[in-house]
């Protein structure tokens, strides 16, 4: 069996698994990081969002080989930054989820959005979501929500 070292949420794992394997497989079935979910498998939903290097990235078709050198956050361990600790509460005020299967993946996706432009404006925010798709129709309280973090970050 191929293994492999990945650093996620701050900790070096060693992983017997073929570097192959789509990175979410190895979250979800070797490290029961379950938070990440698959949705369409094609990196078109956005589901699979985890934080990589601080930036959203889709995980549910990439080698988990290639993230071998890289930081790895996943929702699980999102409360301990600040932005993404800013965003679950906010999405927790704004009932930003219906089902919430997409709502990790949401959650991730607007931390890397805040980290990287702290105000943005709705255009921006819309834009931030592009990669993200919603079944239940919750985007206008998501939008909402990254809203409010962004003004509880500015008020911090
Ligand atoms: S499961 Fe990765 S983008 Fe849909
Ligand atoms: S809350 Fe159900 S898919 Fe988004």
Known sequence: MDSLTLTINGE?????????????????????????????????????????????????NRPAGEFAGKEIVTIEALENDAVGAAVQRAF???????????????VIAATSLLK??????????????????????SHGRVIAAIGRAAKEIGNV
Do not use: F, M, S
Not at 27 to 43: H, I, P
Not at 95 to 101: D, F, H, K, L, R
């Open 12 to 60: 070096a794992r060693d992983i017997n698994c073929d570097p192959a394997t789509p990175l979410l497989y190895v979250l979800r079935n070797d490290l029961d990081l379950t938070g990440a979910k698959l949705g369409c498998g094609l990196e078109q939903c956005g589901a699979c969002a985890v934080l990589v290097d601080g930036e959203a990235t889709l995980c549910c």
């Open 92 to 106: 927790i005020a704004e009932g930003a989820a219906q089902c919430g299967y997409c709502t990790a993946g949401l």
């Open 116 to 137: 990287a432009n702290a105000a943005p404006d709705r255009d921006a925010i819309v834009a931030g979501l592009e990669e993200h798709l919603c079944r239940c129709g």
